[in-house]
């Protein structure tokens, strides 16, 4: 008879095992025009990314598909609300956030709907994201290393 190792189980893991930490967590803040949010989703090649303020207190998430819906007019695309209109106007506010602490379940259940987690401290400061990659390397490795246990070959 086998058994998963103490070691190898996932409700041993917290969000902070596995988060990207905020210092490589491209992000944008509230006050900057929607043309500088684009830029940094189109050079990083992210769908959306977090948005802070001046003192790095997560405040929501932007993503290119709401910025590009701003630009859409009755006729034809209106490029000038680029620069007038600020993040902190079309931003997403209701995101899900989660503490270090969070277990790896917790993570899991909210990635099934987001493709990232904020992950902010008791005071609302952004620490870093949990993203679906992470939790899919982590289920992985799991398997892997339990493949005895679930008869996989
Ligand atoms: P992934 O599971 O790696 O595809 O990441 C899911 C989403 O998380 C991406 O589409 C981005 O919106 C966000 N993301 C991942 N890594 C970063 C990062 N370093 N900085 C900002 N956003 C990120």
């Known amino acids: 008879m086998d058994f998963i190792k103490q070691e190898d189980a996932l409700y041993n893991l917290t969000a902070e ?3 990207i930490s905020s210092e490589k967590v491209a992000h944008v803040q509230l006050n900057n025009p929607l043309e500088h949010a684009l830029l940094i989703l189109l050079k990083s090649g992210y769908s959306a990314v977090p948005v802070l303020d001046s003192k790095y207190r997560l405040k929501g998430t932007i993503g290119k598909g709401s910025i590009l819906n701003e630009t859409l007019g009755i006729e034809r695309f209106e490029m000038e609300n680029l620069s007038t209109i600020k993040v902190e106007s079309i931003m997403d506010t209701n995101i899900p956030r989660l503490r270090k602490s969070a277990n790896f379940f917790e993570c899991l259940t909210i990635l099934i709907n987001h493709s990232f987690i904020c992950i902010v401290d008791e005071n609302g400061f952004f620490d870093g994201i949990v993203t679906r990659r992470a939790i899919l390397k982590q289920l992985n490795q799991y398997f892997y ?5 679930f008869k996989m070959s």
């Open 17 to 19: 095992d596995f988060m």
């Open 145 to 149: 290393l339990n493949k005895d246990v």
